[in-house]
């Protein structure tokens, strides 16, 4: 199962980087609830376990809004906070904001072109940003750090660019028009019917491949052919 999420985390990161041009390094955005669960609840090494997913030069963020909720949450936020604080680049965000999961979507935007990863453990928010096109999205399920699959909304928006990529402009459209007439003039020509090419035949035997003549034999002049047998005297008794 562990080979199959590797491949599947790759594979996903592979999309977005093909359809979005989100790749390495990754920035990758948390808000509190993220490290809260996997510093608290997983009891985990964050960088190790985000290295293994994301390599190694991940850069974090968070937006202001995470640092004030988990200040205010005291002692069960500290090493969060902590985390945050020595690790992450904090990003500020308008007023408006004025809690973790607005500015989380205000730094993605409608299209995430500031190309983040985005790690929260808040499942309104992860509804959120699945319908956001081209928004990686990152989380533990129990005590494992998925890449989620790329969502409709991203597949949808990759079809669309490949439908406006395969498009022609009306230059390449007149140039094409004109390759097809002559093409369909080309078809209508009857082409000459090919010459008569005889083929060649040999006018005489291959000497090199011929046998030579050989000698009648003479059966007279066979040794023995030709001598009579001398009859055997047998002696008579006396």
């Known amino acids: ?84 604080r020595r690790r992450c680049r904090v990003i500020a965000t308008p007023r408006a904001c004025d809690t973790a999961a607005k500015a989380v979507l205000h730094l993605v935007g409608e299209a995430n072109d500031q190309k983040f990863v985005v790690a929260t453990h ?40 490949e439908r406006v990529q395969g498009r022609l402009t009306d230059d390449e459209f007149r140039v094409a028009r004109a390759i097809r007439a002559q093409d369909r003039v080309s078809s209508n020509v009857v082409a000459p019917p090919p010459a008569d090419r005889s083929k060649k035949r040999a006018r005489a035997p291959n000497p090199l491949s011929c046998r030579k003549p050989q000698k009648a034999r003479n059966p007279h002049s066979e040794a023995g052919g030709d001598k009579k047998r001398r009859k055997r005297r047998r002696k008579q008794k006396e």
């Open 122 to 161: 808040d499942r309104a928010l992860q509804s959120a940003l699945r319908r956001v096109p081209g928004a990686p999205l990152l989380y533990f399920s129990g005590t494992v750090l998925n890449v989620d699959e790329p969502s409709r909304a991203s597949r949808s928006a990759a079809a669309r660019h």
């Open 1 to 84: 199962m562990r080979v199959l999420r590797a491949k599947a985390a790759r594979k996903a990161l592979h999309f977005y980087k093909v359809t979005h041009g989100i790749r390495d390094p990754y920035t990758l955005l948390v808000d509190g609830t993220f490290v809260h669960h996997a510093l608290v609840g997983v009891k985990t090494n964050l960088a190790s376990r985000v290295e293994k997913v994301l390599g190694r030069d991940v850069r974090y963020a968070v937006p202001g809004p995470v640092l004030d909720e988990l200040r205010n949450r005291g002692e069960a936020g500290a090493a969060a906070l902590e985390f945050c």
